[in-house]
């Protein structure tokens, strides 16, 4: 059987539960261009496919409520905030069936 290549599922939150976005060789790009304030929220998740991993996505310091809290991580002035993952849990069925319907995209 062939090794499946490790890629990364993109998921935003859509009422009460994540929904599958698009499917990302490599998240660095995608997390470089996410707001604090929807961070903060929980808006995001990554899955990590083939594995099954979920991670919660966090901001990795609270800003000062005078800054701008819809601010990308880098900013004019340097680095404002960095996103982290969090593993949360592992449901593989999931993962594999959200791969497989963007997959057919």
């Known amino acids: 059987m062939a090794k499946q290549r490790k890629c990364?599922?993109?998921?935003?939150?859509?009422?009460d539960k994540y929904v599958?976005?698009?499917?990302?060789?490599?998240?660095?790009?995608?997390?470089?261009?996410?707001e604090y304030a929807d961070v903060k929220k929980n808006e995001y998740q990554l899955w990590e496919y083939p594995s099954g991993k979920i991670?919660?996505?966090q901001p990795d310091r609270g800003l000062d409520p005078n800054e701008n809290q819809y601010a990308t991580p880098y900013g004019a002035?340097?680095?404002?905030?960095?996103?982290?993952?969090?593993e949360i849990g592992i449901e593989t069925d999931k993962v594999e069936q959200a791969y497989r319907?963007?997959?057919k995209d």
């Open 8 to 15: 990364w599922i993109f998921a935003y939150l859509y009422s």
């Open 20 to 34: 599958a976005e698009e499917v990302i060789d490599s998240p660095e790009h995608r997390l470089a261009n996410l």
């Open 55 to 57: 991670f919660s996505i």
């Open 77 to 86: 002035s340097g680095t404002v905030w960095q996103p982290r993952l969090v």
């Open 101 to 103: 319907d963007l997959a």
